[in-house]
């Protein structure tokens, strides 16, 4: 008996080759495959007729973690093709690799990640030898367009250099020794017939090794443990997903390109990599004449023979386009020189070329494929509840049954299931929604991956947002109390009202409480439907909000400085809460309104804390001194960030009372030219938070007090930018300056 070893690179067409002319030529008896083992009864679902690519998805869950994992396979993967060539020559084929929820896979989402990023000193040693930018561009010289008559000792050479005499680690040695169980069992069966091994190169070293001595009964598949949940069923695939230049963790880029060199060759690779350059460019109505074509194509071919390639490699190719059709400097190195996502500001005939290299080709699956029970169950429940259509659903949230359809959908949209879109909801206030439901042809896929979650709407949703809480923060705990109760998922709800009432009590930052009391005090105040309003917990989470506010705003010193609207709109949002829900505090509202007094009056508080601070008893009504508001705005470089806290605050108050606002017309007036253009832009922040409508009303208002007719919508919509009249004032009296130096005034 002989085992033969065949150690790849995962989405290799070349070693795609390799494997297919072994096989074919030694016609085993077991044909093994890297891949999970827990899918080995069900290969005959891999060869019901997909469109590939496709993975294998496989999940778990237990009270601790919950991980899924990926194996992609498409047409030019070596596993793939072991698999239907092992099918084809009548030989058992076997995945005999650990199932993908097993420790060994712990942090590891796609099973064919390459060995080279743990490894990186030797590649990073080999490029430099061969003087070519990564891995990629190496594998390429090497493997990929050099002659196929050599490639299994250079293929073997390659591996055995890359793994040398480094010990495993613990995840990759708990693998290579199950999958050693499989060799010895497959060489004992098979007798005198061959055995033909297919797994990641740098596995295969230790396997030729531990596969020489051992036990060579057939080992069992791994159960996951009691308690825990874990399956694996195919999903459609996508060339885009499985591009290095989107992240994908293989490493191999340009999935397209290999496709082309897979279904063709070499030479007609690089001709219908130029050719979908050129086509996305003109779609894109970027020129590309004959004569840059020409161009490319003479510059792929140099620099190929400069190279030592017989025909353009897939660099070539790209370098030659790239100086063919890039005239300028590029902000940053080509793409293909090294690895990872496009970063911002890439130029745009990079990007054309990115995605010809990665083509757009996406799988699908045979309807016979089986799924999780999530994606029935989802069908039975939408049908029930007619959401199985397109078009758009408005949803009144005080029909139970429209009630059951929101949570549906809104289960969907926490599980970001494709095809469901909430177009408005005000649930608070109307209890209305609308969604715009529409055939999605990811839904499916969703779905199957969601599967990991549960077996139902209800318990996945339940099991996503339960993950969310343990690390939010306050006003992430505050938008989960929001899709809890939008998700009918009860105890969850009162879980996190537990974890945001004790949450609020550490928060550091006043924006963060304004998101927290701004959510909860709408559930306090309006949810009936959900019953929630009224809510003693909710109550709670409240008076902790409102006492963290008052505790930080009252320490916040530093002196002048730029008005935050975050902390604006908590104080805004303190005043509500102070106003609607008394009776759920612990700190009264003359508490409250005593601390902000203080802090109005305390010169070293930002000026925009200290107007919010006399707006905020003045918006619940409380007696106010004219004269102290304009006090506290005095100052030309403080003067802006002062009213936008009162405006924030009162902006009613200042429009209803004519008083105000000849106090506020009296301090700009008096303002010198040099103090105006200084106060000016903190100005103009502060009066947007009057809508068009009130800024004509107060220029209305200062038009009556110098008796002008003067239309107050031509004062407020100037045909001139402020900017620009506050520049040309800046000038002007830049000129005066001088001509009064030169006596010339």
Known sequence: ???????????????????????????????????????????????????????????????????????????????????????????????????????AFAGRDNRYADAETRYAEIVERLCREFAVDNVDVLWDHLVEVAPDDDLAPRLTAYFDLLRGDSAAGEQDRAREEYMASWVRAAAADAGDRPVVVVTGGFHTPALRVLAGSGDR??????????????????????????????????????PEYYHWL?????????????????????????????????AARTLAEGLARMRGHELPARTDVLDGLLGALVSEDLPQPPPWSRRGPLPLGTHPAVVEVVAALSG??????????????????????????????????????????????????????????????????????????????????NRGPALIEAAVHGATLADASAAVLGARVAPADAPGLAALLVDARLCGIVTLYTGVVDALADSVAQVSALADLGDVLTEVLGLWRHDRIFGTAGSPALGQVLDAAVTRVL????????????????????????????????????????????????????????????????????????????????????????????????????????????????????????????DFLLALPALRQAYGYFPPAERETIARLLLDRRGSAASARSVVHTAVDPSVVSAAMALERAVDAVLSREGLA
Do not use: K
Not at 262 to 282: K, P
């Open 360 to 441: 757009d080709r996406e799988g699908a699956l045979h309807p016979d494929t089986p799924a999780p029970p999530l994606v029935g169950a989802t069908d039975v429940e939408l049908s029930r509840l007619r959401l199985d259509h397109g078009g758009e659903v408005r949803l009144d949230l005080a029909d139970p049954v429209d009630l059951e359809r929101s949570r549906a959908l809104h289960r969907l949209r926490v599980l970001e299931i494709p095809g469901f879109t909430v177009r408005s909801s005000d649930t608070a206030l109307a209890f209305v929604e609308r969604w715009l439901l529409r055939p999605d042809d």
């Open 217 to 254: 009964e057939w080992p069992e598949a791994p159960a996951p443990p009691p308690g825990s949940e874990g399956a694996s069923y195919l999903v459609p695939y996508s060339y885009r997903r499985l591009d290095a230049f989107s992240g994908y963790q293989s490493g191999m880029p340009s």
């Open 1 to 103: 008996m002989a085992v033969t070893f065949l150690g790849v690179r995962h989405h290799s067409p070349a070693c795609a080759r390799e494997v297919q002319r072994t096989i074919e030529r030694l016609r085993p008896a077991h044909v093994l495959v890297e891949g999970p083992v827990d899918f080995t009864d069900r290969v005959d679902e891999l060869l019901l007729g997909h469109t590939l690519p496709v993975a294998v998805y496989t999940y778990y869950r237990d009270g601790q973690r919950v991980h899924a994992s990926w194996t992609p396979l498409c047409e030019y993967s070596p596993e793939w093709v072991a698999i239907t060539t092992g099918r084809a020559v009548g030989a058992q084929v076997r995945f005999i690799d650990l199932p993908a929820w097993h420790p």
């Open 551 to 674: 505790w930080l705003v009252e320490g916040l010193h530093g002196g002048p400085q730029p008005a935050e609207r975050g902390r604006l709109s908590t104080l805004a949002a303190t005043r509500d809460t102070v106003r609607h829900a008394a009776a759920a505090l612990g700190v009264g509202a003359e508490a409250a309104v005593d601390v902000l007094r203080r802090v109005a009056a305390d010169l070293a508080a930002p000026p925009d804390v200290r107007g919010a601070a006399f707006g905020f008893g003045w918006s619940l009504g409380l007696p106010v001194d004219v004269v102290t508001a304009a006090r506290g705005m005095t100052a030309p470089d403080t003067m802006g960030d002062w009213l936008a806290g009162l405006f924030a605050l009162a902006r009613a108050e200042v429009l209803d009372d004519p008083e105000v606002i000849a106090v506020l017309d009296d301090a700009v007036t008096a303002l010198s030219d040099h």
């Open 262 to 294: 897979w279904t063709g060759g070499v030479a007609s690779a690089a001709t219908a990599l130029t050719e979908a350059v050129t086509r996305g460019l003109r779609a894109r109505h970027q020129p590309v004449s004959t004569a840059d074509l020409i």
